[in-house]
């Protein structure tokens, strides 16, 4: 074998499988940016508040304009 | 289900995305229906009024929290869920207090950590709300 050869049979090949499992494994990720968020990436989209169907809901006899919060949890990750 | 998020009637509230048109904007049109069906499921259910806020904190974080919650209504809860902050907060009022006590708010708090840390931020929110509803029970 010529060292042509001897490169392309050690260092071509394997590098091509590497190519062919890298790309099943991230192709779709670099193709079509997911929407994702992570953990500790920013997060600067305006502030959005979802509110279900207006038939969903129970109308209720208002009380009044407000309420007040009474109880509830919290946490952080 | 039409797969579109209806927005809260304030002022406020009609800033950010806009329903099922995610250009630029936080969710995908996917995961926008994801939260609305748990959301009006969620709701139907329990005939307690779910609301999901995504956004910043101004601090102190539970205030704002309790301030935004102060626009709804007494059996209304509200899920605010700020991801740059890393913050939740979960506020039920005089009558979804009652329904809903804060040691079942606390293990769907728990539970949407869990999903938040991981990095699903809409799969969170979906566990969270289908857990308050189960433990609201139906009306």
């Known amino acids: 074998m010529t060292v042509v050869q001897t490169v392309l049979v050690f260092v071509g090949i394997p590098a091509g499988i590497i190519a062919v499992i890298a790309l099943a494994v991230y192709g779709k990720a670099i193709v079509r940016q997911p929407n994702r968020y992570r953990p500790g990436k920013t997060w600067d989209y305006p502030g959005a508040w979802y509110v279900p169907h207006p038939e969903a809901v129970v109308a209720r006899p208002s009380t009044g304009s407000t309420t007040t919060a009474v109880g509830g949890a919290s946490g952080e990750w | 289900m039409s797969g579109e998020i209806t927005r809260a009637p304030s002022r406020e509230l009609q800033e950010g995305p806009q329903g099922d048109a995610p250009a630029g904007g936080a969710f995908t049109a996917r995961q926008l229906s994801r939260l609305d069906e748990a959301l009006t499921l969620s ?81 969170g929110i979906v566990t969270g709300l289908r857990m308050l509803a189960d433990a609201a029970g139906t009306h």
Do not use: W
């Open chain 2, 43 to 123: 709701s139907r259910e329990t005939g307690l009024t779910f609301s999901v806020y995504v956004g910043e904190f101004k601090a102190p974080a539970r205030a704002h929290a309790e301030a935004l919650f102060e626009r709804l209504d007494d059996g209304s809860v509200l899920v605010a869920v700020s991801p740059a902050q890393r913050l939740l907060h979960i506020v039920t009022g005089p009558e979804s207090a009652k329904r809903l006590p804060n040691r079942a708010c606390a293990l769907a708090a728990l539970a949407m950590r869990a999903s938040f840390a991981n990095g699903d931020l809409v799969g």
